[in-house]
């Protein structure tokens, strides 16, 4: 089998060497890109224009607040990643932005699979040490956000608002048990096989551990500031009870339309606490469209400015022939 896979891999590779092969690779290209775009476009026109316009909160500081939450991630990792190879701040943005972007729109990890791409071309980094780099920091990406989300799950239990999980069919302590065990029975597996599941040295990972674990709580804090300046008369106690509800639907396992299920259980605890639920869901959906808005025009933006370069480098090989 292995054999075979290298065999297959040397194929691909020749092909892509010839001149059909790299007219191909770029026409996938093109499809993979406009796909994204016909997707983006199409989540953006099924909200609707109107409702949108209808529903944007006047408040400055909302939008200061809310590109604040947008780009926190891109910016983080440029730190983490930096740990592995000289990156360059502007010049990264663009492959983390498309990252986070290939994520929410096409499919989970499907962002890593650019990254790992684009660190073997832009940086000649092996392919082996490619994977390496982008396996070791989402691994580690997924232990601060465990870490985050088991924190919050407890104080969400222990202040007496299990009940409202529970209420929608969600078994918390199920959950809780199960990330328990599985982070037991990762641990060994981990230790037992670390040297093929994790090539990082102790320094690098406590630090980017560290990154992310700073930045997710960071995250909860501007996300509670930005529904605080829509609707100040809300207790700031009722707003950290729901980020923190966010926070643990994102990561629960298993789950359908999670986004859905934090609107609904947003606002059924609204109810509960007496908020306007026409205000809340306003600023619920409101924050969901402006991230597709802006998922739409960054990528779009980011596409043809690759498409530029593309062409910029390719002018002196046409001059020279």
Same mark, same amino acid.
């Given at each position: 089998?292995?054999?075979?896979?290298?065999?297959?891999?040397?194929?691909?590779?020749?092909?892509?060497?010839?001149?059909?092969?790299?007219?191909?690779?770029?026409?996938?290209?093109?499809?993979?890109?406009?796909?994204?775009?016909?997707?983006?476009?199409?989540?953006?026109?099924?909200?609707?224009?109107?409702?949108?316009?209808?529903?944007?909160?006047?408040?400055?500081?909302?939008?200061?607040?809310?590109?604040?939450?947008?780009?926190?991630?891109?910016?983080?990792?440029?730190?983490?990643?930096?740990?592995?190879?000289?990156?360059?701040?502007?010049?990264?943005?663009?492959?983390?932005?498309?990252?986070?972007?290939?994520?929410?729109?096409?499919?989970?990890?499907?962002?890593?699979?650019?990254?790992?791409?684009?660190?073997?071309?832009?940086?000649?980094?092996?392919?082996?040490?490619?994977?390496?780099?982008?396996?070791?920091?989402?691994?580690?990406?997924?232990?601060?956000?465990?870490?985050?989300?088991?924190?919050?799950? /407890?104080?969400?239990? +222990?202040?007496? *608002?299990?009940? =409202?999980?529970?209420? %929608? #069919?969600?078994?918390?302590?199920?959950?809780? @048990?199960?990330?328990?065990?599985?982070?037991?029975?990762?641990?060994?597996?981990?230790?037992?096989?670390?040297?093929?599941?994790?090539?990082?040295?102790?320094?690098?990972?406590?630090?980017?551990?560290?990154?992310?674990?700073?930045?997710?709580?960071?995250?909860?804090?501007?996300?509670?500031?930005?529904?605080?300046?829509?609707?100040?008369?809300?207790?700031?106690?009722?707003?950290?009870?729901?980020?923190?509800?966010?926070?643990?639907?994102?990561?629960?396992?298993?789950?359908?339309?999670?986004?859905?299920?934090?609107?609904?259980?947003?606002?059924?605890?609204?109810?509960?606490?007496?908020?306007?639920?026409?205000? /809340?869901?306003?600023? +619920?959906?409101? *924050?969901?469209? =402006?991230?597709?808005? %802006? #998922?739409?025009?960054?990528?779009?933006?980011? @596409?043809?400015?690759?498409?530029?370069?593309?062409?910029?480098?390719?002018?002196?090989?046409?001059?020279?022939?």
């Amino acid at each position: 089998m292995k054999t075979k896979l290298k065999s297959l891999k040397t194929r691909i590779e020749n092909f892509l060497s010839t001149d059909k092969g790299k007219i191909t690779a770029k026409l996938f290209k093109y499809f993979i890109h406009g796909i994204v775009i016909i997707i983006l476009g199409y989540q953006v026109w099924k909200l609707g224009i109107t409702e949108i316009i209808h529903q944007l909160p006047i408040h400055p500081l909302f939008y200061v607040l809310f590109l604040l939450i947008y780009f926190s991630l891109p910016i983080s990792e440029y730190f983490t990643y930096r740990r592995s190879v000289p990156l360059r701040f502007w010049k990264s943005q663009g492959i983390f932005l498309r990252k986070r972007i290939y994520n929410k729109t096409i499919v989970g990890y499907s962002g890593e699979l650019q990254l790992f791409f684009w660190l073997k071309k832009e940086y000649d980094v092996p392919e082996k040490r490619s994977f390496q780099i982008v396996r070791d920091n989402n691994t580690l990406s997924t232990i601060a956000s465990t870490f985050v989300t088991i924190t919050l799950l /407890l104080g969400f239990i +222990l202040s007496g *608002n299990i009940t =409202l999980l529970e209420s %929608l #069919n969600i078994n918390t302590w199920y959950y809780l @048990s199960g990330i328990g065990a599985a982070g037991i029975i990762l641990f060994f597996i981990f230790r037992q096989f670390k040297e093929y599941l994790y090539n990082m040295n102790r320094r690098d990972t406590l630090t980017i551990l560290g990154i992310h674990s700073i930045r997710l709580y960071i995250l909860a804090v501007l996300q509670v500031l930005q529904w605080y300046v829509v609707m100040p008369e809300v207790e700031l106690q009722i707003w950290i009870t729901i980020i923190a509800m966010q926070i643990i639907l994102s990561r629960l396992p298993f789950i359908p339309n999670k986004d859905l299920i934090f609107i609904s259980a947003s606002l059924e605890y609204g109810q509960s606490v007496a908020i306007s639920a026409t205000g /809340l869901a306003g600023l +619920l959906i409101v *924050n969901h469209i =402006l991230d597709k808005i %802006l #998922n739409a025009l960054l990528f779009g933006w980011i @596409s043809w400015r690759d498409g530029i370069n593309a062409k910029n480098e390719n002018k002196p090989e046409e001059n020279l022939k």
